[in-house]
């Protein structure tokens, strides 16, 4: 299955948006508009640097919801409401459930710390760590109902050294996460991926 181009992206953040940044640096060469920045933290730093840049922001508390059903409705609601059809999760602490996922079939990419299908979850580079790993790196994939577990768009590997310490380790991946994670959804709004049961193959244009 070829997975249709993107017009309108929506990227989510909880945190300092340090990945949002490297998304809007690519934007002359994205090919869809970053019409929206929007966090479930009013303190995310990201979000000032959205503002900079003249894009709308949103902030969607989920201390305001019920449960997560509810949250997620107002947010596919919010999302529709920016004629959203590409969702980039870039540090955005919340698991979203299946109606969210749902709503936004094969048009959501997440960005993780880690060679998935190791150390999904929070703290990948810890968990690395603790593992006596020797190579670590990113994942870019789209986002489907497990933590962390949909098809794989591309990754980069990066050593573990002596001495390192989760910061270290968290710096020298991050390098490659700001590469990545724009080039993969490049590919997605520009209609360049398809979907081949989990595997993504990477079309030429
Ligand atoms: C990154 O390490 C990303 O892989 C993870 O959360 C962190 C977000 O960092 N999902 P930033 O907010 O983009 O700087």
């Avoid at 529709?80 to 709503?103: E, H, N, T, W």
């Avoid at 710096?171 to 991926?193: D, T």
Wanted: glycine letters at 10%; a neutral charge; charged letters at 20%.
């Amino acid at each position: 299955m070829r997975l249709p181009p993107g017009r309108n992206i929506a990227v989510l953040i909880s945190g300092r948006g340090s990945n949002l940044r490297s998304i809007v640096a690519s934007k002359d060469t994205l090919g869809a508009e970053i019409r929206l920045v929007l966090s479930n933290k009013a303190s995310a730093g990201g979000l000032a640097f959205a503002e900079e840049q003249g894009i709308a922001t949103e902030v969607l508390s989920h201390r305001e919801f019920s449960d997560r059903a509810a949250y997620d409705e107002a947010l596919v609601g919010l999302l529709k409401k920016y004629s959203i059809d590409v969702v980039v999760l870039a540090g955005f602490m919340r698991v979203l459930g299946p109606q969210f996922i749902s709503s936004f079939s094969n048009r959501i990419l997440n960005i993780h710390p880690s060679l998935l299908p190791s150390y999904p979850g929070l703290d990948a580079q810890g968990q690395a760590i603790e593992h006596g790993a020797k190579v670590s790196g990113c994942t870019v994939h789209l986002v489907d109902e497990g933590t962390d577990t949909g098809p794989i768009i591309d990754q980069a590997v990066v050593p573990v050294l002596a001495g390192d310490t989760r910061d270290t380790l968290a710096a020298r991946i991050l390098v490659h996460e700001h590469r990545l994670l724009p080039r993969a959804l490049q590919w997605l709004v520009q209609g360049r991926l398809e979907l081949q049961g989990r595997n993504v193959l990477i079309h030429e244009e």
